[in-house]
């Protein structure tokens, strides 16, 4: 049988037939939306490669511009530089930040400065604290201690509640660094303004602008205010002692010989946020004001202890003082702890016994610059004795807590008698 093949006439005749359509596209090639992206992404290439190459242009070209040059005082900046003073006073108190000299001699202290009441209460260090190393507090000419040989060099604030004991009267020898930067800090607050610092011929001069913690800051040289201790001459100002150089001119002066004149950090508002000077025999001086730290201070009891507002007795209290006396013989007698500061050579501690009816008193008390000796005293109505024994021979303990006397009473019994005031 012969094979036969049948067509089929139900297929698409369309099938077999190209799309002109597709043949078109295949000649012209791709779509216009495919241009379109093509020639977006080539622009934007372009225009990133030109901004680069821009950039680093500008980059290798850029100079800063120039510092502003040092020039004399406007009238504004002279009013302010001479309210500085009138401006701590108003503001009452700061925290403060000092270095003082160089290497060896360097001091550091941390606290706060009260104005108003010329109170200093600071925490001394740097290897050249020497016997002040510890706390220190300053009212006036009035200077009391606490030192602390075993503290570390760098200092931090001290407690705003001050410790109750190891105060002493203080006498800085006349040749300690840190005198003269005490009576700075304590000299830059005044009733009113100072012109002297701007008058022609000062050298006052603006010297460049800078920004501190609590904002912008125009930096200006004059001399430092009169009452406050002086700069170093011009002739001593090139090397401070021990032959330390002096710091290098801060950008924006003019390198002359009024360099060495103070440096102050200023304010739209007149206050002082730093200050740099060298000051005579010390070298040179970096202050730090905190104008935001602010907390009443409180002067430990050989300055007078915390301030109060003093009135008169009310009747019921004036009647308890009055029958005091009477109470205390009543009562017969007490112990006795003395804290003395007589002087600030000489700083007394003592314990005993004191009886109201005998009318005596019998104390072992010792000098906190002999703390190895005491003396026995002892008072009743025949006169006043004493006796200077070793610590260990009238009851031992410390200087700062010396133990009480032995018993029986030593002076009268072989004690040198005493006249009275000369004790």
Do not use: C, F
Not at 21 to 50: F, K, M, N, Q
Not at 198 to 208: F, M, Q
Not at 374 to 386: E, F, K, M, V, Y
Request: charged share 20%.
């Amino acid at each position: 049988m012969g094979t036969t093949t049948r067509r089929d006439d139900t297929a698409d005749p369309a099938a077999s037939i190209a799309d002109p359509a597709d043949e078109t596209a295949d000649i012209a090639g791709p779509a216009p939306t495919s241009r379109r992206r093509r020639t977006v992404l080539l622009l934007l290439g372009l225009t990133a490669v030109t901004s680069a190459t821009a950039l680093v242009l500008g980059l290798l070209s850029w100079a800063p511009d120039p510092p502003e040059p040092a020039r004399p005082l406007t009238l504004a900046e002279g009013e302010r530089l001479a309210a500085v003073r009138v401006t701590n006073l108003r503001d009452l108190r700061a925290g403060v930040r000092v270095t003082a000299g160089t290497d060896a001699a360097r001091i550091e202290l941390v606290g706060w400065v009260d104005w108003s009441r010329s109170l200093l209460y600071l925490d001394v260090g740097g290897p050249g604290a020497g016997a002040e190393r510890g706390l220190l507090q300053r009212v006036g000419p009035m200077l009391v201690i606490r030192p602390d040989p075993a503290a570390v060099p760098t200092p931090a604030a001290p407690p705003l509640v001050p410790p109750t004991d190891r105060w002493r009267l203080h006498r800085m020898a006349p040749e300690a660094n840190l005198a003269p930067v005490l009576d700075l800090l304590l000299g830059l607050a005044a009733d009113r303004p100072d012109p002297t610092q701007t008058v022609p011929g000062s050298g006052a001069r603006w010297l460049a602008r800078d920004t501190v913690a609590d904002g912008p800051v125009d930096v200006l040289q004059a001399p430092l205010a009169a009452g406050t201790p002086p700069a170093p001459s011009t002739a001593s100002a090139s090397t401070a002692p021990g032959g330390t150089a002096v710091p290098a001119p801060i950008a924006g002066s003019t390198g002359t010989d009024s360099d060495t004149q103070a440096r102050y950090w200023l304010d739209q508002d007149a206050r002082l946020h730093k200050l740099v000077t060298q000051l005579p025999g010390v070298g040179p001086v970096t202050m730090i004001l905190n104008r935001a730290d602010r907390p009443t201070l409180r002067p430990v009891d050989a300055l007078g202890g915390r301030p109060g507002l003093p009135r008169a007795l009310t009747g019921a209290e004036q009647g308890r003082l009055d029958r005091l006396p009477a109470r205390l013989r009543a009562q017969g007698g007490a112990t006795v702890t003395l804290t003395a500061p007589m002087g600030t050579d000489t700083n007394l501690r003592g314990t005993g016994w004191l009886s109201w009816t005998a009318r005596t008193a019998y104390l072992a008390v010792a000098d906190l610059g002999l703390p190895d000796r005491r003396t026995l005293l002892r008072r009743d109505t025949a006169g006043l004795a004493r006796a200077d024994l070793p610590a260990v021979a009238a009851g031992g303990g410390t200087a700062e807590a010396p133990g009480r006397p032995p018993l029986p009473p030593r002076p009268g019994r072989g004690g040198s008698p005493d006249p009275a005031g000369t004790t």
